[in-house]
């Protein structure tokens, strides 16, 4: 079944419903496969419709019961038919619309329906009729009058683009559906995998990189050589970090942790090889560092590409001799630590630059595990927010709570560029702003996540100029916002649109859309 309450947040189908109304003065009404419609409430007096006609029949109860029976009756012919779009006299006989059929592997879920315009200048004989009508219905006649004076004639060309946009709207609310539904029963099949592990420690996910991470972290668990985790920030290094200790021969010592960006060199110095006294002001006493505190254990050095390359060196040595000097003493002390490292930045760069010794490099990246960021492993997205669910709602003493549909999907398009730790952070927000409301309405999400997307897309239509261009323009816009959210996969862009993969390849060639052309405009 499709969601139509849903449909109204789209906004390629928002900007059509525009198109259609700008140019044409046509009302589009959403019908189920009932023939109810979907997309218009009685009891919103102040609604404005865009055709003159609509206006004078909906006010007036029976002329809108006698509009809606008809929509009805036109959406049974459309069950009955074949073709994906069809013109119908409209209910009051001189005026024509346009029905388009909404279907899902040839299942009639409903149509669109557009009303109203003239096919030619309505006959006197015609007019009368459809007065009399209304009088019938409620609807004086000056109404009537005034409303048929401001009725276009359309031309055949005009036509043709009117039934292409209405199917248009209508191929819009089945992708969608589709699209909606391939996510659920994506988001089923994860849950019900079996065999797939769920989490490994304290890390949650069941996607495929997660896997590759999970097997990786089995394969060196049992291990003694340093590892080097590389992942953007906020993505849960530590976390592994901590995985690799705890499932190592040394869980029973020390895991010790240190952020290498939080100190300036002389403080890193002190606290990772400690200090004798005296050694500089304020030494008062002997001090152990880090590495002593870890021995027989475990020392993560987390955002180590932000370390001096004067530290880059004494560090070097503890790994190669396992041996270091505290500050201000002349004593070797031996150590027996594991190193895990971990930065977010490219330390192959930072070689070229200088920045970061080579040798150094190679002794910290005996094993290398890259963590994948949110976006790419966004099936995670609702096993992590059903952990972060249950466990905020246990601390804060709250009745379990559940993301609505529509906010859920908004977590899906969203990048989630400070990964884990944002996801985490807006699940707890939203906890403490839904109240006692179990369940999570996307107008309670963080403003950048509900409006994520919005800028990128078409602001506005065009109302003036040659329709033939306006479509272009459109049809430009839809395959370059398409090729930047499928990560320009052509196929599956192609299947979206309901056209051949060839097809779109000249498209894109026509417009310029090509991904060097596009990140050289995007760079300017």
């Known amino acids: 079944m499709i969601n139509w309450e849903e449909l109204k947040h789209i906004h390629v189908i928002r900007k059509l419903e525009g198109v259609l109304a700008q140019w044409f003065h046509t009302d589009i009404f959403f019908v189920d496969e009932r023939g109810v419609v979907r997309n218009y409430d009685p009891r919103d007096k102040q ?39 069809m013109t119908f006299a409209g209910p009051l006989g001189f005026e024509t619309v346009v029905v388009s059929r909404v279907a899902v592997d040839n299942e009639f879920l409903g149509s669109v329906y557009a009303f109203s315009y003239l096919d030619n ?41 009117l039934c292409e946009l209405v199917d248009l709207v209508a191929e819009e609310i089945v992708t969608f559906h589709t699209e909606i539904s391939k996510r659920e029963e994506r988001i089923s099949a994860l849950n019900n995998q079996l ?85 500089f002001t304020g030494a008062i006493r002997d001090k152990k560092g880090l590495f002593e505190s870890a021995d027989k254990g475990t020392l993560f050095l987390d955002e180590i590409g932000d370390m001096s390359p004067t530290m880059q060196v004494k560090l070097l040595r503890v790994l190669q001799e396992g041996t270091l000097t505290p500050v201000g003493g002349t004593e070797q002390r031996k150590v027996d630590v594991r190193v895990v490292a971990a930065t977010n930045r490219d330390l192959k760069e930072m070689i070229e630059q200088g920045a970061f010794r080579e040798d150094l490099y190679y002794r910290i990246n005996v094993i290398n595990l890259l963590v994948p960021p949110l976006r790419d492993r966004k099936e995670d997205i609702p096993v992590l927010v059903d952990h972060f669910l249950a466990r905020g709602c246990k601390e804060k003493n709250v009745p379990m709570k559940q993301f609505a549909k529509r906010a859920l999907e908004k977590f899906f398009d969203y990048p989630w560029p400070g990964n884990i730790r944002e996801l985490e952070n807006e699940v707890e927000r939203v906890i403490v702003l839904s109240a006692e409301d179990p369940r999570v309405a996307v107008d309670l999400l963080s403003q950048r996540i509900r409006d994520f997307g919005e800028n990128s897309k078409v602001q506005g239509v065009r109302v003036a100029g040659k329709l033939k261009d306006a479509l272009e323009e459109l049809e430009k816009t839809m395959i370059r916002e398409g090729l930047r959210r499928t990560n320009w996969n052509k196929s599956r862009l192609a299947k979206e649109l309901g056209i051949s993969r060839a097809g779109l390849i000249m498209k894109v060639e026509k417009y310029g859309l090509d991904k060097r052309k596009m990140a050289r405009g995007d760079a300017a």
Do not use: W
């Open 121 to 161: 200048p309505a006959t006197a004989e015609a007019l009368a009729k459809a007065r009399e009508y209304c009088k019938e219905l409620g609807v004086d006649a000056a109404a009537f009058d005034g409303a048929v004076a401001q009725m276009r004639v359309l031309a055949e060309g005009e036509k043709k683009y």
């Open 47 to 85: 609604r404005e419709f865009k055709n003159p006609l609509t206006g004078a029949l909906f006010f007036k109860e029976k002329a809108r019961e006698a509009v809606l029976k008809a929509i009805a009756d036109t959406n049974e012919k459309m069950f009955k038919s074949t073709d994906p779009t």
């Open 195 to 279: 065999g797939n592990r769920y989490s490994y420690d304290s890390m949650i996910g069941k996607s495929k990189p997660m896997q590759e991470l999970y097997t990786m972290l089995d394969k060196i668990k049992n291990s003694e050589s340093t590892v080097l985790v590389n992942g953007e920030n906020g993505t849960g290094k530590e976390l592994i970090a901590r995985a690799i200790h705890f499932n190592s021969p040394r869980k029973g010592a020390q895991f010790v942790t240190v952020n290498c960006s939080a100190f300036n060199e002389n403080l890193l110095d002190s606290e990772l090889f400690g200090h004798v006294r005296g050694a």
